[in-house]
């Protein structure tokens, strides 16, 4: 019985904890972003995002468009950018055993919310991406902190 206790706080803490990702510090950005307004011409918004939840808020995962690295989600966080519209988009994460694509074929003009989720692993957990409708995602991202775009701990996400 006390082996079993201390394998589930041993997982406990192991989904849980602290991660962070360096804010963005212009808040004048940050609020015209949270106004969801269209894109520039021709191209179309991507909003992807990780929720507040505390399963595996220790775990940093990355998120790639196109093969561009985007950056690195920590809990809470979001990343903003935009691609031609009018085309199909893979964005990528990584997970466990390799990485995870979500195909999104983009309208221009319009705004896509993509949520980044962690889900159990065997030894630690993975990230699968969804898409979430406009509605819905304009009330998480509110309540999330923009990222900085850049950084990515794996120089690829290809298979």
């Known amino acids: 019985m006390l082996k079993k206790i201390t394998v589930m706080v041993s997982l406990a803490l192991l ?6 990702v ?6 004048r950005q940050v609020g015209q972003i949270k106004q969801f307004n269209p894109p520039s011409a021709d191209h179309a918004a ?3 995002f990780r929720s507040n939840s505390a399963f595996g808020s220790a775990l940093k995962k990355d ?6 690295c985007i950056g690195e989600t920590a809990r809470g966080t979001f990343f903003y950018t935009e691609v031609m519209g009018n085309q199909e988009h893979q964005i990528s994460t990584e997970s466990e055993f390799g990485p995870n694509h979500l195909n999104l074929y983009t309208e221009t003009g319009k705004n896509y919310f993509v949520q980044q989720y962690i889900k159990l692993g065997v030894f630690v957990g993975g990230a699968n991406l969804k898409i979430v409708d406009e509605q819905a995602g304009q009330q998480m991202v509110q309540n999330l902190t923009l990222a900085e775009s850049g950084y990515c ?3 690829s996400l290809s298979d």
């Open 22 to 27: 360096p804010p963005v510090q212009d808040m």
């Open 46 to 48: 991507l909003y992807l």
């Open 63 to 68: 998120l790639w468009v196109d093969g561009k």
């Open 153 to 155: 701990s794996k120089p």
């Open 15 to 20: 989904y849980t904890g602290c991660a962070s």
